[in-house]
């Protein structure tokens, strides 16, 4: 049985005390752990903020990106393991806006990833396809490559907890969403992929939806069997609206 998940990425929004007032809100609703794992992914420059609110709490933090080296002289960078010094248990990884505004390469990707690993970070690694791949029918072959980047490095054993969030990219702060159809079929299709590299690895890896989820909309989204809770951009910024989309995820 995989436990849903809820992940809030912030993108780049919320100043340290936004931040602390946003992460507060949602630690004093005391969602219910076991039913649902929330994470929180800030702008660097807030995790310390964020984690002074969650100490003791069961919110996870994590980031949105990393460099893949331990450090050395790579202006404006960061590392996996500065992230673990600030205790991030997670580390988004692979977001189509690094994809598409940054330049990252399927091989970038992968390398980070291995950096994740190597810190003690559990990635979640970011898949989906454009709007024009989707219209020439090439989704599947799109997240294939996406996903087999990283499953041609490593093994099951090292793989195991990775989450993964198919967020197709035409509906990621569009307001455009997947229908729940459309998003379970591209879930089952990597689930699918992940039970052929491994079977375990296919029963228990997490996938989340990504692109436009609201609090009306979740519970539809998630009903699906392979849909295992959502990465959450624009509507993570608002702690109810938040806290009703874990709400929709835990039921
Ligand atoms: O990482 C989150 C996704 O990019 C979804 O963003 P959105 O919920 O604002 O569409």
Same mark, same amino acid.
């Given at each position: 049985?995989?436990?849903?998940?809820?992940?809030?990425?912030?993108?780049?929004?919320?100043?340290?005390?936004? /931040?602390?007032?946003?992460?507060?809100? =949602?630690?004093?609703?005391?969602? &219910? *752990? !076991?039913?649902?794992?929330?994470?929180?992914? *800030? *702008?660097?420059?807030?995790?310390?903020?964020? /984690?002074?609110?969650?100490? %003791?709490?069961?919110?996870?933090?994590?980031?949105?990106?990393?460099?893949?080296?331990?450090?050395?002289?790579?202006?404006?960078?960061?590392?996996?393991?500065?992230?673990?010094?600030?205790?991030?248990?997670?580390?988004?990884? %692979?977001? !189509?806006?690094?994809?598409?505004?940054? %330049?990252?390469?399927?091989?970038?990707?992968?390398?980070?990833? $291995?950096?994740?690993?190597?810190?003690?970070?559990?990635?979640?690694?970011?898949?989906?396809? @454009?709007?024009?791949?989707?219209?020439?029918?090439?989704?599947?072959?799109?997240? !294939?490559?996406?996903?087999?980047?990283?499953?041609?490095?490593?093994? $099951?054993?090292?793989?195991?907890?990775?989450?993964?969030?198919? +967020?197709?990219?035409?509906?990621?702060?569009?307001?455009? @969403?997947? @229908?729940?159809?459309?998003?379970?079929?591209?879930? $089952?299709?990597?689930?699918?992929?992940?039970?052929?590299? &491994?079977?375990?690895?296919?029963?228990?890896?997490?996938?989340?939806?990504?692109?436009?989820?609201?609090? +009306?909309?979740?519970? +539809?989204?998630?009903?699906?069997? &392979? =849909?295992?809770?959502?990465?959450?951009?624009?509507?993570?910024?608002?702690?109810?609206?938040?806290?009703?989309?874990?709400?929709?995820? /835990?039921?």
């Amino acid at each position: 049985m995989r436990q849903p998940m809820v992940a809030g990425n912030w993108k780049m929004n919320a100043t340290r005390w936004e /931040a602390e007032n946003l992460v507060r809100a =949602i630690k004093e609703a005391e969602p &219910d *752990p !076991s039913a649902v794992e929330i994470l929180v992914c *800030p *702008p660097f420059t807030a995790i310390d903020a964020v /984690a002074r609110v969650l100490k %003791g709490s069961p919110i996870r933090y994590g980031a949105q990106n990393l460099f893949w080296e331990k450090n050395g002289a790579y202006t404006g960078e960061i590392s996996g393991e500065m992230l673990r010094d600030l205790g991030c248990r997670y580390v988004i990884l %692979g977001h !189509s806006e690094r994809r598409q505004i940054f %330049g990252e390469s399927d091989q970038d990707v992968a390398r980070k990833y $291995a950096a994740a690993k190597r810190s003690g970070l559990i990635p979640v690694l970011c898949v989906g396809e @454009t709007e024009e791949q989707r219209s020439q029918g090439i989704t599947e072959q799109v997240v !294939s490559a996406q996903l087999q980047a990283i499953l041609q490095q490593t093994d $099951a054993a090292t793989f195991h907890g990775t989450v993964i969030a198919y +967020e197709p990219v035409w509906a990621i702060g569009t307001g455009l @969403t997947a @229908t729940p159809d459309q998003a379970q079929e591209v879930h $089952a299709f990597l689930r699918a992929e992940l039970h052929a590299f &491994d079977s375990g690895v296919g029963a228990s890896t997490r996938i989340l939806y990504g692109g436009s989820v609201k609090a +009306e909309n979740a519970a +539809e989204i998630f009903s699906r069997p &392979d =849909i295992d809770g959502g990465l959450i951009g624009g509507a993570s910024l608002k702690a109810e609206e938040f806290l009703r989309i874990c709400a929709a995820a /835990a039921a």
